[in-house]
Each structure stands twice: as structure tokens, then as C-alpha cells.
């Protein structure tokens, strides 16, 4: 059974209380699978053939070559939806593959089913396709980020999207380890190159903020590798 409390707070869920959400489920065909940590949810290039949304626990998006070298996309934390941008056009698949960060439970809607509940609410309908202009500015975002070579650019990309103009410091949520999975690199490396980056004056990290120093070298940094 789903706990439609925990549905209150998905993004496709957004604004509509857990006993009207269970009414719109009347009827709907689903199921919910429980996954262990390292598990395979969904491999890149699959059909995506239902609404993904996890219930409990974390997974990663994963982005792996031929030489089996992974990017790590991202992380998603319960409970949102799975490549919700993916799941209506003329090749539907998976972008990247999924596994599980820890004990995961997530459900599965098939997408015939999924269009009922959206022909049912209004709200749900906005929501989605809110949704999953959300993800596509994201992923728009994550090529742009890929396209930088050296971890330097990397990492000055990162500070100054995460800033603005006015706000020159952030709150660094994400470890070194988790960092460099983002990256696509060592964390050794990553290490180094801020260390690098800190003694140049660019930036300085206290505990868990990072405060800019010199955002024009930064920005430098981008323009001329």
C-alpha cells in the first residue's frame, strides 16, 4: 500500500492533500518495489515505461562510457520522480542508469495509468509538465557543465552557479567524494585543485561555506581555460 502522506510532498503531487490523491489513484494499476543498497533500478537506454517516484530512501543517476567510467548525475532523495522528462516522446528510454544509495521502495505507475490520473486533476497535469521543464533547464545545465575539460573550469562553474552578484558565499552540502562523483574525477584531485584554488586567493572554504574572494578570476577562468 502507499503511504499518500508521503506523496503530499512529490513535485508531481505539488499542492493536493493525501485524501484527494488517493481518490485519484481509484481504480489505477500500480505496484511498488523495495531495492537494496548497489542495486540496479533502471539501466540508461531502457524503455521508460512507468512514472517512477521514490517512496523511501536515495538513488543516483549514473552516466557510464564504454571504458566503464561513471559520472554521477545526481543524487534523488524520496520523494521525488524518476526521469519524469523522458517518459512521453518517440524514444522514451532512460537517460542514464539508476541504482540504489541505500534501502529504496519506489513506485511504479504505468504510463496509461499515469495519463488517467492527469486527465482526473488539473493540478497534476501542471505540475508535470512543471516538473519536467524543471529537469530539462537541469540537464541543459549538466551538458553545459560537461563541456568543461579541466577540473578548474569545473569547479569555477560550480562556485558561480551556485552565487550571485550580491551573494558571494554558499553552503557546501555536498562532500569532497560526492564533489569529484559529480565531477567525473578523483578525489584526490579535486582536493588538490582547491587547495590550488584557495592559496590563489579565488575562494576560501570554513567548515561547510565557501565564500568568493575574486569572482572576476573566477568568471577569467571560464573564458580562457
Known amino acids: 500500500m502507499i503511504d499518500f502522506e508521503i506523496l503530499e510532498g512529490c513535485p508531481v503531487f505539488k499542492g493536493i492533500k493525501h485524501g484527494e490523491i488517493r481518490l485519484l489513484f481509484k481504480d489505477i494499476h500500480y505496484r511498488i518495489r523495495a531495492y537494496k543498497k548497489g542495486e540496479l533500478i533502471a539501466i540508461a537506454g531502457e524503455p521508460a515505461l512507468h512514472l517512477f517516484i521514490v517512496l523511501q530512501g536515495s538513488v543516483k543517476g549514473e552516466m557510464i562510457d564504454y571504458s566503464g567510467r561513471s559520472l554521477k548525475i545526481e543524487d534523488i532523495e524520496a520523494p521525488r520522480p524518476l526521469a519524469s522528462a523522458f517518459l512521453f516522446g518517440t524514444d522514451n528510454r532512460f537517460p542514464v542508469t539508476v541504482s540504489a544509495n541505500n534501502e529504496v521502495s519506489i513506485l511504479l505507475i ?21 516538473n519536467i521543464s524543471s529537469r530539462s533547464q537541469f540537464l541543459s545545465q549538466k551538458l553545459q557543465f560537461l563541456n568543461f575539460k579541466t ?6 562553474f560550480f562556485l558561480l552557479q551556485h552565487t550571485t552578484d550580491r551573494l558571494h558565499s554558499m553552503e557546501l552540502k555536498a562532500t569532497q567524494q560526492q564533489l569529484s562523483e559529480m565531477f567525473g574525477i578523483t578525489r584526490p584531485s579535486l582536493a588538490r585543485v582547491l587547495s590550488e584554488m584557495q592559496r590563489e586567493k579565488l575562494f576560501i572554504i570554513e567548515k561547510k561555506t565557501v565564500t568568493i574572494l575574486n569572482k572576476q578570476k573566477l568568471r577569467e577562468i571560464l573564458h580562457y581555460g
Open 110 to 130: 504505468p504510463v496509461q495509468e499515469f495519463l488517467k490520473i492527469m486527465q482526473r486533476n488539473a493540478r497534476v497535469l501542471t505540475n508535470f509538465l512543471n
Open 151 to 156: 577540473i578548474r573550469e569545473k569547479v569555477a
